[in-house]
């Protein structure tokens, strides 16, 4: 027991002194998160501006408690105990023994859990627009999330098992697992010492055949003795890294697209650092997307390809179609966008973090360039699903002392990206904000008005049912602006799981399945008329996919082996140094 105490007492003294120290400003709370308070003024002003509304919650907290009290009192009738109605049972944060134990464990959870039920019904109380309502509920599961009593050690009996059974070293160990996090500046998600970038993550072989300021072009080495004639340009998000497409060999989806006999060149976008801190939208429009599509011509020496959008790369490659169309540069044969916002009403609970002050305060810090750092914009969407991207691991991490287990897409989650503030601002405002890219010629790009309505190529749309930053509703509602002379040539499809497990389904493992309707798109169809006309098919969406590209993609011809031209020889090997730069 003494060797625990000593152990507790150089846990806190340590935890004093890293929170003072230079190193916690790397793991700050983001500035998104000032939000919370300023909700939290609106809702203590509203509720006291209606008194009995406060005395009403107070007495259904006093009588919630209470009847708590009653379940644990030492002369509570057992058979009172009715399992069932237990919320900690229906949480798998409270699903070990240790917490189901009738006192006093289980008394925590539950009137934890009561007392967050009771925070959201004195939301629903207030008299407040739908909106505000949405929010405060947002940044309400946001404070409950972190009081969890999981995330206390005197609160936790999973945490104080360990310690106790360990004599103290898990309390060492978590620690140690806090000052290294400290260091990097964020929580560990898993074992990064596993992974390397163009090892074991990012290996299909290729080459860097361009780059420019911007970003990199990959040229991916044929697997197939014959490729179709027209190229596929894939571009990734640029607030992440394009490699999710590539993590393994068994999960790749780039290689999947060479094995099908297609050419693929892929956008490894620039961590960018001061020096490109005053990049702008238009500045990844047309020295970045169409830059590429103009070099993928060149070293394929065809007049159209095709092209793939990922996230906010199928954002950027839709805009830039739209700037090439109106510019009658007939260059694309068709494109696919995976989990792409185009319209912007529902954007899902993100929506919480973005307002006018956000917008303006964001503008004025970067009106003259610098840098967003990545790692904010990874804690924003992270939070979305705080308890399984947070706090699971502050619990198991720092307080139980253990280390994340080896997985290769959380390696990726945690492999930040920093962004020009320039273009964060612009993308913030005008799709976000107010939702400007479905306005017709709203929005001037590169010096031309764009018009998604001029879109009239073969669009393969995909999103994803479960998918909680690109809500699947509103990608529906995106297709539907892909030119209004593009009848017939949008096809939708909706795969299970999320914003990345929907997408990365690799059809070797055969798993998930996707639903494709008779009628895409039809006049007047909503999302749900549309889901409820969908026929369901087991496993991967890859090969649905690969089969329509191939109708758009030419005929085959023999497969070249050297990469690049002669106006773009080879510059490097793949994945490329991009992706390799750490965040600044």
């Not at 004599?167 to 260091?183: K, S």
């Not at 795969?495 to 309707?517: C, D, E, F, L, Q």
Request: charged share 20%; proline share 5%; with cysteine.
């Amino acid at each position: 027991m003494a060797s625990i105490d000593a152990s507790r007492l150089q846990f806190n003294e340590e935890w004093q002194k890293l929170f003072n120290s230079e190193a916690a400003a790397h793991m700050q709370i983001p500035p998104l998160l000032a939000n919370m308070s300023q909700l939290g003024h609106l809702w203590q002003a509203t509720l006291h501006a209606d008194p009995q509304k406060i005395t009403a919650a107070k007495a259904r907290f006093a009588e919630e408690q209470q009847r708590l009290l009653g379940f644990f009192s030492p002369v509570a009738d057992s058979k009172t105990d009715d399992a069932g109605a237990w919320l900690s049972l229906q949480d798998k944060r409270f699903s070990s023994p240790s917490w189901q134990d009738p006192a006093p464990f289980r008394y925590i959870a539950e009137s934890y859990l009561a007392s967050y039920q009771l925070l959201l019904e004195s939301i629903d109380s207030l008299d407040l627009e739908v909106d505000e309502k949405r929010r405060l509920k947002f940044f309400a599961k946001q404070y409950a999330d972190a009081i969890a009593p999981t995330n206390f050690l005197l609160t936790n009996p999973d945490a104080l098992k360990a310690a106790l059974e360990s004599n103290g070293e898990t309390l060492r160990a978590g620690l140690e697992n806090f000052q290294a996090d400290m260091r990097k500046g964020h929580i560990s998600l898993t074992d990064e010492s596993v992974f390397e970038v163009g090892k074991n993550i990012a290996v299909t072989p290729g080459a860097v055949v361009f780059e420019n300021e911007i970003f990199q072009l990959l040229q991916y080495t044929p697997q197939t003795n014959q490729v179709h004639l027209r190229p596929l340009l894939i571009v990734p998000p640029c607030i992440n890294k394009f490699y999710i497409l590539d993590l393994r060999p068994d999960n790749s989806y780039i290689e999947f697209a060479v094995q099908q006999g297609f050419t693929v060149f892929v956008i490894s976008w620039r961590n960018v650092d001061r020096a490109q801190g005053a990049f702008t939208w238009d500045d990844y429009i047309a020295d970045g997307v169409i830059k590429g599509i103009d070099t993928v011509r060149q070293i394929t020496n065809v007049h159209k390809i095709n092209a793939l959008g990922f996230c906010v790369g199928g954002t950027l490659l839709g805009s830039a179609v739209a700037v090439l169309k109106r510019l009658r540069h007939d260059v694309l044969e068709s494109m696919t966008l995976l989990t792409t916002f185009l319209d912007f009403s529902d954007v899902g609970e993100i929506a919480a973090y973005v307002d006018q002050a956000l917008v303006e305060r964001r503008e004025q810090e970067f009106s003259k360039g610098g840098v967003l750092n990545g790692s904010e914009l990874a804690m924003a969407f992270s939070s979305l699903r705080a308890n399984d991207l947070i706090w699971n691991y502050v619990a198991s991490n720092y307080l139980q002392g253990r280390k994340p287990p080896a997985f290769d897409l959380l390696f990726w989650n945690s492999d930040s990206t920093n962004l020009p503030g320039p273009w964060y601002c612009y993308y913030l405002r005008n799709t976000y904000f107010e939702n400007n890219l479905v306005k017709p010629n709203k929005l001037t790009m590169c010096g031309v008005p764009v018009d998604l309505g001029l879109i009239d190529i073969p669009v393969y749309v995909l999103a994803a049912k479960e998918d909680h930053i690109v809500p699947w509703r509103t990608a529906y509602a995106s297709a539907r602006y892909l030119g209004s002379h593009n009848a017939g040539k949008v096809k939708f499809m909706l795969g299970a799981s999320g914003h990345i497990a929907g997408v990365v389904n690799p059809a070797s493992k055969n798993k998930r399945s996707y639903w494709t309707a008779e009628h895409d798109l039809a006049p007047n169809m909503s999302a749900n008329e549309w889901q409820q006309n969908a026929t369901e098919h087991p496993g991967s969406w890859w090969p649905h996919w690969a089969k329509w590209l191939s109708t758009h993609s030419g005929k085959m011809m023999p497969a070249r082996r050297e990469l690049g031209h002669d106006l773009f020889p080879v510059i490097e090997p793949a994945p490329g140094r991009y992706v390799k730069a750490s965040a600044p």
